[in-house]
């Protein structure tokens, strides 16, 4: 099957930094997704992005799918994006990656 | 739109006896959705597919007795865990793919925290 891999496995920035989180596949897919994972559990939908880039305020992915991976960009990290990043991909089913753990501190 | 309803929150019941989780499109139909179990600190691993009218799709190494799953209606999944033991302790998810928002990708529900005791 298909195998994901995300780094870094942890990151800890300071409030304002900024950071990119990446996403490496091994298949051709015609799903992507990021995901953040809050407290509670809950999968935030952060992205679907199959291919190309993509803005949300502060954040921000590109997907190179010639090349299998993609990446999230955070900018001047706040507090309340820690939590834990997933990428999922896939074609009919999604694949999570093992994540990445943001911590920002103050 | 696309959205995803999951029940209960978090459950816990008595080993050796049965939970159901509820997994509910609110706003769209959805002929397939999907089950996931993720362990504290840990990836969400895809436990089963779920077809409206017909039987589940059972990743490898996931009991389809343990974890019956029905999909009765366009809008509705269960997943029964049955004979419950502590080691199914484990946070369920469920997702679908609103077809009709093709551009947003699979949508979650908000999760069900299992402990068994």
């Known amino acids: 099957g298909i195998q994901v891999e995300q780094s870094p496995p942890d990151l800890i920035l300071q409030e304002g930094a900024n950071s990119t989180l990446r996403c490496n596949f091994s298949?051709?897919?015609?799903?992507l997704q990021w995901f953040h994972q809050n407290p509670w559990g809950q999968l935030i939908n952060l992205f679907y992005?199959?291919?190309g880039t993509k803005q949300n305020g502060r954040l921000s992915a590109t997907t190179v799918a010639t090349e299998r991976y993609s990446l999230l960009y955070i900018s001047s990290s706040q507090t309340t994006d820690s939590g834990v990043y997933f990428c999922?991909?896939?074609?009919?089913?999604?694949?999570f990656g093992k994540g990445t753990k943001l911590t920002v501190n103050p | 739109g696309a959205v995803v309803s999951q029940h209960p929150s978090w459950v816990i019941c008595k080993s050796g006896t049965s939970v159901k989780i509820e997994c509910r499109s609110l706003?769209?139909?959805?002929?397939?959705m999907f089950w996931y179990r993720q362990f504290p600190k840990q990836s969400l691993m895809l436990m089963a597919t779920?077809?409206?009218?017909?039987?589940?799709?059972?990743e490898q190494g996931v009991e389809k007795d343990k974890f019956l799953i029905n999909h009765a209606s366009l809008t509705l999944s269960t997943l029964t865990v049955t004979s419950a033991h502590p080691e199914d302790s484990s946070f369920y998810i469920c997702?679908?793919?609103?077809?009709?928002?093709?551009?947003?990708?699979?949508?979650f529900g908000s999760g069900t925290r299992l402990t068994v005791v």
């Open positions: 997702s679908a793919r609103a077809w009709v928002t093709a551009n947003y990708g699979y949508t």
């Open positions: 298949d051709s897919v015609n799903n």
């Open positions: 992005i199959p291919s």
């Open positions: 999922a991909v896939g074609s009919e089913k999604l694949v």
């Open positions: 706003d769209f139909q959805a002929t397939t």
């Open positions: 779920s077809n409206e009218g017909s039987k589940a799709t059972y």
